[in-house]
């Protein structure tokens, strides 16, 4: 037999991931790309001497990235610098601002000024998200996630306490901190990846070990060097691309992907990887009695948030920012309820900023800042219009003028939007979603769509609908999962 053969539906990081390990391993691999490059949300904007990370702007959990490479006998520095940041990122409140410092007896510090006696038990958290994130990252994740029994391994049973699976987050950091400012500050990396704090397994307390031990960091030129990183290994490794290339639909006989039609051409693989949406490829790319789930199963699933961005470059550099900032300035509660009970437009939203010409002087003209601004909002919302947009533009900027003390909107001289309508139309994203599937309970591990078919037995699937979940590290990491999967099934 000669060399088996695998499309790749989509180049985002689970896609590139999966292309690179299935190369790895032998497999001769063809990515199919409907946008003009790689990255998939985390595409780059290039206008007017400008330059935007479309998508993810936060680099965490950088032992993941270096593991992806090393599993190629490469390393990061072969491909991107890294930087650390310091502060991590800033937080305004209502009257004021606390910068989250790298150093973490600078950080204990911080959590003392704010409640005493609060330091050692930072300690002791921290010791519990440890384990919990060496448990999440090294053994959950990489599992595929097709049935109990993968979890069954003593150290996971006896630890699936410890692994706190079944209390809530919110719970978990209330049992430490009293203070509202420091509770805030330990629900926001689950807030952002998609579920409210009281609805996220306390597993995710991992994510502070990722924040406060691991640190926040920038690749130089942006987040966009992974995306060229990865690429440029997948190249290496004999991977083929076709950008500007659609997949149209896949022909199924005997419960076998047969063949992948395109708008430009006809392929007939062994194999087919979906880094594309998982529920466009089940609903628009096959024929209904190949689809796994019913549409009452994805109506019923809950959502991470979508998200309100600008892409925003001023005429000025501001007088002290900061890479990351995070405007908790209005109560949490209501945003709250607008993105995951009661979904509709927020009325007054927190909000997140990059300025990452502060880090930079590469994405922006000499003199200049470029500044993207991001707003959780429901997925599946109608109504995006260019004036909502507009409103909310002016809404968050006019907020963020008044904790710098200075004017931004009559500095701005370039600016895109994207939201709900434009995740729809560039990504296929179900209900224009940005991070896919909430991490809720009902929606960890084995409760995920499955990364294989249950109907066509060489059809597999990659990326933020399927395990491990929302977020890049995990992408990655989902990747290599589903490549194993299919090797495994098919040899």
């Not at 990122?89 to 009257?95: F, S």
């Given at each position: ?365 000499p003199g200049h800042e470029a500044i993207v601004f991001l707003v959780p909002v429901a997925a599946g919302l109608e109504g995006d219009t260019e004036e909502l947009r507009e409103k909310y533009f002016r809404m968050i900027a006019g907020r963020m003028e008044k904790h710098l003390g200075e004017s931004i909107l009559d500095a701005v001289v370039y600016k895109k939007t994207f939201s709900v309508s434009n995740f729809v139309s560039d990504y296929n994203s179900f209900r224009g979603n940005a991070y896919g599937l909430a991490n809720t309970l009902g929606q960890t591990a084995i409760f995920r769509p499955a990364c294989q078919s249950k109907k066509v037995k060489n059809l597999f699937y990659t990326g933020q609908l399927t395990v491990p979940g929302p977020g890049v590290p995990p992408s990655l990491v989902s990747g290599e999962v589903v490549a194993k999967q299919v090797i495994k099934v098919l040899g």
């Amino acid at each position: 037999m000669g060399e088996k053969s695998v499309i790749v539906i989509g180049s985002g990081f689970a896609g590139l991931s999966a292309a690179t390990f299935m190369a790895a391993n032998g497999w001769k691999v063809t990515v199919l790309e409907k946008n003009d490059g790689p990255g998939g949300r985390a595409r780059q904007l290039k206008e007017q001497g400008f330059t935007f990370d479309m998508g993810p702007s936060f680099y965490w959990m950088p032992d993941v990235f270096e593991r992806y490479f090393n599993c190629f006998g490469k390393k990061v520095a072969d491909y991107y610098t890294l930087e650390r940041l310091d502060p991590s990122y800033r937080i305004y409140w209502k009257d004021d601002h606390t910068d989250v410092p790298a150093d973490y007896e600078a950080l204990k510090n911080v959590f003392e000024s704010l409640e005493p006696g609060s330091s050692s038990k930072l300690d002791a958290y921290l010791k519990g998200a440890a384990y919990k994130y060496d448990a999440g990252m090294n053994r959950l994740v990489y599992k595929p996630g097709r049935s109990l029994t993968e979890f069954m391994d003593w150290q996971t049973i006896s630890g699936v306490f410890k692994l706190q699976v079944f209390s809530s987050i919110k719970k978990h950091i209330a049992r430490y901190f009293k203070h509202p400012k420091l509770k805030q500050m330990m629900e926001f990396p689950v807030l952002f990846l998609g579920a409210l704090p009281e609805d996220t397994p306390a597993l995710y307390s991992l994510m502070n070990y990722a924040d406060i031990k691991g640190g926040t960091w920038y690749p130089q030129k942006g987040m966009y060097s992974v995306v060229e990183g990865m690429y440029r290994l997948a190249v290496e490794k004999g991977v083929k691309f076709h950008f500007n290339e659609a997949v149209t639909r896949i022909e199924v006989t005997n419960g076998n992907a047969e063949k992948v039609i395109t708008d430009k051409a006809l392929y007939q693989p062994d194999a087919v990887i979906s880094g594309a949406d998982y529920h466009f490829t089940e609903k628009n790319l096959l024929p209904a009695a190949s689809r796994s789930y019913s549409d009452s199963f994805w109506n019923n699933r809950v959502m991470a948030p979508s998200c309100l961005m600008y892409y925003v470059g001023l005429n000025k550099k501001l007088k002290q920012p900061v890479h990351h900032s995070l405007f908790f300035d209005v109560p949490f509660e209501q945003h709250g309820k607008e993105i995951y009970k009661q979904p509709r437009w927020p009325a007054e939203p927190l909000f997140y900023v990059s300025v990452s010409s502060v880090s930079d002087d590469t994405v922006a003209p000499p003199g200049h800042e470029a500044i993207v601004f991001l707003v959780p909002v429901a997925a599946g919302l109608e109504g995006d219009t260019e004036e909502l947009r507009e409103k909310y533009f002016r809404m968050i900027a006019g907020r963020m003028e008044k904790h710098l003390g200075e004017s931004i909107l009559d500095a701005v001289v370039y600016k895109k939007t994207f939201s709900v309508s434009n995740f729809v139309s560039d990504y296929n994203s179900f209900r224009g979603n940005a991070y896919g599937l909430a991490n809720t309970l009902g929606q960890t591990a084995i409760f995920r769509p499955a990364c294989q078919s249950k109907k066509v037995k060489n059809l597999f699937y990659t990326g933020q609908l399927t395990v491990p979940g929302p977020g890049v590290p995990p992408s990655l990491v989902s990747g290599e999962v589903v490549a194993k999967q299919v090797i495994k099934v098919l040899g």
